[in-house]
């Protein structure tokens, strides 16, 4: 039967991967009757409008429209609102706007402001707004009046050194999105001072664009410099001198998280090495430090989403991994059972904790959990039970999930014929995908299609953008295989550090191993294993590179997009992680230096890349090109002129994965 058109390559482009139109950063209002969110209008639409719910009658509101505040062709990236979430500040095109959410669109007013502004945050009482321009963090009221600097460099600071700032590590690889914090009377701030001064600047250029002056960037590439982070305490009303928050920052040279509740402001630490996180008390009125809990791990501590946070009572939510089990815990102690394993800390509600787990009978399902105090170790409640990847917003009591708000977002050109599985001696999770035309024992070239890292899991419940692309190649004539093997979250902390000292050993094991268990155990999906190729995008993409160059007995082809060949080009916090200092370490880089396999390569390989990329730099792919064409090994490279980690330009990203299902037909078909 013949295939189907190539419509789905379109689709996602034009949809950024279906998040057009679909209902995004769910704010509860403190009453919990109404959900602010950001949604654009359709599934192709790219302005993103701020809209409030009544989640009693479900009628929406559409708060803010940047084509009406003069700023078509951009949307609102995001918002934050104060302590009863009815007054939302955003940026809009480099000016700060605020809108009162119970009254609709009328409201949204314009504030006057010093310079550009980024990141927006009104103060709990809904009094001022504080907001990031020139390095500088700065406060507003919220009538306009009052702007001034409430931290900013000095005649002492470098011209690297900024305030308020989540630095490229926090970012990237910790979680943390935030670089101040305010007190609860409004009056006051937690900030940060980032100092780049000593990290490695890096070159980003443009070779289309001759006339174009590479961009410089400071990357804390692997053994090398991190930003200098410090806490400071600062007065939003007046020029009262800061107060320095006080930690060893030479053992701990990491802030992974701070926040300030009602119980005073906090911060966990980690050390390089990331065996050890300590969360802090912070004195608001010396800046002084109070040890509140350590943890440790021989390997490395995981930092949980939403952790470390604290209840209305004061008890400190954090987790303690035991085993295969990474549990929450609430002053130290585990409060969740073996076998449900902690993904994520959603909202602190008073005393009730909502949050994200996966049990092992079920590691396809990630479901909304509710702790409460009752009994020894208080109540647990599952919230969710069918099957998929659930998410929510606790607040007022509230409850609301993605599903509650309705979605614009266009649905994928074709449908599913998946099969999730668990596979081989240890169980692994993978999904099959068919051709819907496939007759049973059909035979037809297999291709595996994981992402296998750390950073997400892909064999779920769920029906995401990368799910629907995977059935697109099936239906393309292949048997397309998804597989989560060691190191991927979900399983629990044991399998996670699994890839200790070595990322693709273990990984690549798996993928090969599942490989064969779904071929010998399900012959009616006709397996073609004299046929086996590999594509993949970023760890997948590094996955890829090592099926073909350390396994060509099993794999017979390769796509790999934007790649990490040399693990010394990447950021520190990430990387280390897995490999430790390299100095510490020299054989762990070593064994996963992919450039060191070139002279090996004997199978069809496609790289491509983006020129623009400041995440994974095409160096690494351009130094594998030239690694193989110095031994003499034919392959295929793809530059993208402009584009950077993710492609976003619509004709591009359409034509890479045609340009992928030619090379991929051209090697084993």
Known sequence: MTPL???????????????????????????????????????????????ARDLADGTERLIADPAALGASGSGIG???????????AFALAGELWVADAGQGQGTVRRLPTAGPVAEPVPDPTGRRVAYLSGGALRVVGVDGTGDRAVAAPGPEDGPEVSYGVAEHVATESMGRYSG??????????????VDQARVAVWYVADPANPAVRPRAVRYPAVGTANAEVSLHLVSATSDAGRVDVAWDREAFEYLTAAGWDAHGPYAAVQSRDQRTVRVLAVDPASGATTLLREQHD????????????????????????LGDTRHLAVDGEPVTPPG?????????????????A????????????????????????????????????LRG??????????????????PLHRTLLRVGERRLCAAVHLPSWHAPGERLPVLLDPYAGPAMQRVTADQGWATHLSQWFAEQGFVVLVVDGRGTPGRGPRWEREVHGDVFGPPLDDQVDALHAVAAEHPEYGMDLD???????????????????RRPDVFHAAVAGAGLTDQRLYDAHWRERFLGHPEANPDAYAACDLLRDAPKLRRPLLLMHGLSDDNVFAANTLRLSSALLAAGRPHETLLLSSSGHRITDEAAAENMLLHQLAFLRRALC
Not at 180 to 193: A, F, N, Q
Not at 368 to 392: F, I
Not at 531 to 546: C, D, I, N, T
């Open 78 to 88: 995001g918002f934050a609102t104060d302590a009863s979430g009815r007054l939302a």
């Open 5 to 51: 058109t190539p419509s789905l390559p379109r689709q996602l482009a034009r949809t950024r991967r279906f998040s057009l139109g679909a209902p995004d950063q769910l704010t509860v209002t403190a009453d919990g009757k109404a959900v602010l969110f950001l949604r654009s209008r359709s599934g192709t639409d790219p302005e993103t409008c701020l809209w």
């Open 531 to 549: 046929r086996v190729a590999m594509r993949g995008w970023s760890y997948s993409g590094s996955l890829a590179e090592a099926a073909v160059l």
């Open 358 to 393: 996966t049990t092992e009978a079920d590691p396809f399902s990630t479901h909304l959990w509710r702790w409460s105090h009752g009994g020894e170790a208080g109540l647990v409640e599952q919230l969710t039970h069918r099957p998929g990847v659930h998410s929510g917003v």
């Open 298 to 321: 021989a390997a490395w501590v995981q930092l949980v989403p939403g952790l470390p946070q604290r209840t209305a009572a004061g008890a400190l939510v954090t987790h303690l991994d």
């Open 180 to 193: 101040y914090w305010w007190s609860p009377d409004g009056e006051r701030l937690l900030v940060t001072r």
């Open 397 to 414: 009591g509230t409850l609301v999930r993605p599903q509650d708000v309705p979605s614009r977002a266009e649905q994928p050109a074709l």
């Open 340 to 356: 449900l394993n902690l993904r994520a800390l959603l909202s602190v509600d008073g005393d009730t904790v909502l949050f994200a």
